[in-house]
């Protein structure tokens, strides 16, 4: 992948025990970041502002298909995350399989689990995980109005000469 941001779960978590140890804080944000968009971004630099290193876990295509149905991901997760690993806000960024993120949650614990504003706080599905630790959620980023689905849905078709 040639990106030394992007890590397997093993170096994620040696990362994570090497920033805890230097007093960092760990903020996990996650999704599918499948056409990489401004409400992305906005969404990671809100979870960057809360302060420590910034870990992005990104769903592998086996797992984007189960959750968003065939033709997804429109890009593989490899490429994803050398996208998302380009920008200056990300630390981190990790591939997992499973259908949530409960446990990467479980494996390392970050200090704040931050997801975006079609979420509040009681509705985050991973919010028990986070809270078996003391850890806690924070809703960051722009207003819910960018979403890959939309922008495929919205697309012109090819262009006609």
């Known amino acids: 992948m040639g990106n030394d941001k992007i890590l397997g779960r093993q170096q994620l978590r040696e990362h ?12 996990l944000a996650n ?19 809360l302060g420590g290193k910034l870990v992005v876990a990104i769903n592998s295509d086996e797992s984007v298909r189960a959750l968003k149905g065939e033709g997804r991901p429109v890009m593989p997760a490899e490429e994803r995350a050398e996208i998302v690993a380009a920008l200056a806000d990300v630390d981190a960024v990790v591939i997992f399989g499973e259908l949530d993120v409960r446990a990467l949650i479980r494996e390392i614990r970050p200090d704040i689990q931050a ?47």
């Open 16 to 27: 994570v025990e090497q920033w805890r140890c230097s007093g960092e804080r760990i903020v």
């Open 31 to 49: 999704g599918n970041f499948d056409l990489l968009h401004v409400g992305h971004v906005r969404y990671l630099r809100g979870a960057k502002e």
């Open 115 to 161: 997801k975006g504003t079609d979420y509040a706080a009681e509705t985050v599905p991973e919010r028990d995980a986070v809270a078996e630790y003391g850890g806690r959620v924070a809703i960051v980023g722009d207003p819910k109005n960018h979403s890959t689905s939309e922008i495929i849905r919205t697309r012109p078709g090819p262009r006609q000469p």
